[in-house]
């Protein structure tokens, strides 16, 4: 049966809408040069799941060579992953896409490479843990990644804070200037990925919100999801 005129019309209104709504997105995603809007909701914050901590605590052990050697392999799957999904789609992945946000920049090179022989040669020590460093996890330059020996491990913590070190230094300008990024553009990059740590940082620097200790209502949650302008009223109040 023939569809009334009026609906064919308005269908067609809709789906303009949508295609426009569709190019709005995909522009927003392919790295426009702009700084990331701050986000003010913890779901946009989600690109990966790699940063995802482990449920239990169980079984936190202080430098076992295996599990070194475990999470080498998970981080170096993640890198080769991304290496061979721009490879063959010549797009920005979302690892990628998170520095670009992070740093404004249209591009940047990637130092796959580079990063992943530091992880194949990562290793626990104890001699840059001394002192005030006793509770730092990682560390991280140009060419390698050392690990805190002192501190007790899960499987995921000793992957996270691998993966962590290994972003360090993988994002660079590719305009003449200077090459690095900062710290604080990284670390941002990898709150977007959903580091925890970065992201309770990030929360705290630029919300005023202590995201630990955070909870809301879900008529909040609602007007924050449909009011555009709910992140500027909170950075007013802040
Ligand atoms: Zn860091």
């Known amino acids: 049966m023939k569809k009334p005129a009026r609906t064919i019309k308005h269908s067609i209104k809709e789906r303009r809408k949508k295609k426009a709504m569709i190019k709005h997105n995909i522009k927003r995603v392919q790295g426009t040069g702009r700084k990331a809007k701050l ?6 914050m989600r690109g990966v799941r790699v940063f995802d901590p482990s449920k239990a605590r169980y079984g936190a052990r202080i430098a076992s060579e295996p599990m070194l050697a475990r999470a080498k392999e998970y981080v170096l799957e993640i890198l080769e992953k991304n290496k061979k999904q721009h490879a063959q789609t010549g797009k920005p992945t979302v690892l990628e896409q998170a520095f670009l946000d992070a740093s404004g920049e249209k591009v940047l090179r990637f130092a796959y490479g580079r ?5 194949r040669n990562a290793k626990f020590t104890k001699k840059r843990f001394m002192g005030k460093f006793r509770t730092d996890h990682g560390y991280a330059d140009r060419v390698k990644i050392e690990l805190n020996e002192y501190a007790p491990y899960t499987e995921k913590d000793l992957q996270i804070v691998l993966l962590h070190e290994a972003l360090h230094y993988f994002a660079g300008r590719a305009r003449p200037g200077n ?11 990898m709150s977007l990925l959903g580091d925890r740590d970065e992201q309770i940082d990030y929360f705290h620097k630029h919300w005023n919100v202590d995201i630990l200790h955070y909870s809301s209502t879900v008529a909040q949650r609602k007007r924050r999801r449909t009011d555009p302008n709910w992140g500027s009223k ?3 109040e802040a």
């Open 234 to 236: 909170i950075l007013l």
């Open 39 to 44: 986000l003010c909701d913890i779901r946009k």
């Open 179 to 189: 090459p690095d990024l900062t710290e604080e553009v990284e670390h941002h990059a």
């Open 115 to 119: 990063r992943m022989n530091a992880v």
